[in-house]
């Protein structure tokens, strides 16, 4: 399909496994540093007899390109070239790998039918599908805390989640957290993994050996016949970020997407493997979670709530928080994107589907909204798990524009993510003045066009420096193995 681009022809020329060894060892050091984008120096010689090199430009390198790098190294190279390629050679391949990217994308928006906004947005979109979550490492850490406390609190629901990973590992759930959380840490120490490992003391102490490592990575580990068949292309990348490279030998292709696979994990095993056995998603037993959870947010923090009764008839919000101004008002959604639809190049109509969900959740909110004290302004929040970036302004655009209800709302309808609940309900509980600050920079910036600062809550918190997660923190607190392990 791409044969005929440089930098396809280019890269066949050198053996696969020199391609990965760069390509990995500066992800991991992209890692290491907590530094996702650096920016690097391309140079040519003056002619192919000479060794001098010109500057010829400069660019960025990133892990989300390696990470593609490594992919068409993968899908179009082998071991038969006996050219191993140098740091200098790849820094050039990459140069050409930009170009052959920005061709891509442009190709694939020439072949779609949008008018401007939808363009824009399509565009917008896929960019922080697949670059954002690189940026934000720390937001790893957390969704493994939100994860675990989903599958392992008291519910009182009568579904033992924790059994689907007991069953299958013959060990205790919290030796499978750690033991997933120390083969992240492996991120940091190198691009092989052999087993067996010798495991500092820290780990021992709890019991753990290499071969519940060892049984994690397989289930996570792959050849190189599947990247070349599957259908995800560069999301394989995702399912699986490891290679098995020779016995008991595993090369890690990129370690921010194999970090956040160790993490992620325990999560993911259990819904495929509850779908397995009961033929069902488990997204009904999640979502009826993540509500109890929200309620532990607004416990811990002493915010008095009320979570509405379901009415099966006409269907309205979730449950209604009051500040001394303000009465939040507020839906959540748990649904969780689809691998496939976090990328650049997605299908537009498949996203538009998912956000229906989030213009019923307007239209819930506006009807419920309808019900309250009009003296009191109010405040929309439609509340999501999903670690999908939506930012604000763009997503209520596009709510606006593929929304047909005459019901629905939107004036001060916001979006927010669970990591920005948490933190605005700390602030909520803190400093009520701080916290009606925010909500009025909030209202102020999303409905005036002059603006030049971020209109996320995150964004606005942050410029009142608000960057602790307290509730995040305490959980991670109580978890003794993660305060070992870190």
Not at 238 to 266: H, R, W
Not at 287 to 300: A, C, P, T
Request: proline share 1%.
């Amino acid at each position: 399909m791409f044969e005929n681009y440089r930098f396809i022809r280019e890269i066949k020329n050198y053996k696969l496994s020199s391609i990965l060894e760069i390509s990995s060892s500066l992800s991991m050091k992209l890692w290491m540093n907590d530094e996702p984008v650096v920016r690097f120096h391309l140079f040519e010689k003056t002619s192919s007899e000479s060794n001098i090199l010109i500057k010829k430009g400069s660019s960025f390198l990133t892990p989300w390109n390696l990470a593609d790098i490594s992919y068409y190294a993968i899908k179009y190279t082998n071991e038969l070239s006996t050219r191993k390629i140098t740091e200098h050679e790849f820094m050039n391949l990459y140069g050409l790998f930009l170009g052959f990217d920005d061709e891509i994308s442009k190709k694939d928006r020439e072949s779609k039918q949008f008018d401007d906004e939808s363009m824009f947005f399509y565009i917008l979109f896929g960019l922080m599908q697949k670059t954002f979550w690189y940026q934000e490492g720390y937001r790893m850490i957390n969704k493994f805390v939100r994860f675990n406390l989903l599958l392992t609190d008291n519910y009182n629901d009568n579904v033992n989640l924790q059994s689907i990973i007991e069953d299958e590992f013959k060990v205790e759930f919290s030796n499978v957290v750690l033991a997933s959380f120390v083969l992240m840490i492996m991120a940091q120490r190198g691009t092989i993994i052999k087993f067996p490992i010798a495991l500092d003391k820290q780990f021992l102490l709890y019991g753990k050996n290499s071969s519940l490592l060892h049984d994690i990575i397989r289930k996570f580990a792959t050849d190189y016949s599947c990247f070349r068949k599957s259908t995800l292309n560069q999301k394989q990348m995702f399912v699986t970020p490891i290679i098995e490279i020779g016995k008991d030998e595993y090369k890690i292709l990129n370690s921010f997407i194999y970090a956040n696979k160790c993490l992620g994990f325990i999560y993911w095993y259990t819904r495929e493997k509850y779908k397995k056995s009961y033929g069902k998603e488990i997204n009904q037993h999640l979502g009826m979670r993540f509500e109890k959870y929200v309620d532990k947010i607004l416990k811990k923090f002493n915010i008095k709530f009320e979570r509405l009764k379901e009415d099966k008839k006409q269907k309205r919000a979730d449950l209604i928080v009051n500040s001394q101004k303000y009465i939040l008002l507020i839906e959540q959604k748990f649904k969780m994107f689809n691998i496939s639809e976090k990328d650049i190049i997605f299908d537009l109509e498949k996203i538009d589907y998912v956000f229906k969900e989030y213009i019923k959740a307007v239209k819930q909110l506006s009807r419920t909204e309808q019900t309250l004290d009009k003296e009191i302004e109010i405040i929309k929040l439609v509340l999501y798990f999903d670690d999908i970036f939506l930012a604000d302004g763009v997503i209520k655009e596009r709510l606006e524009k593929i929304s047909n209800d005459d019901d629905c709302n939107f004036h001060n309808a916001f979006m927010i993510n669970i990591e920005e609940f948490e933190i605005l309900i700390q602030i909520l509980n803190n400093d009520q003045e701080l916290f009606e600050k925010i909500i009025i920079e909030k209202i102020e910036r999303q409905y005036s066009e002059g603006h030049v600062k971020g209109i996320e809550f995150m964004q606005i918190m942050q410029e009142f420096e608000c960057f602790e997660n307290r509730f995040i923190e305490d959980e991670l607190d109580k978890t003794v193995i993660l305060k070992k392990s870190i």
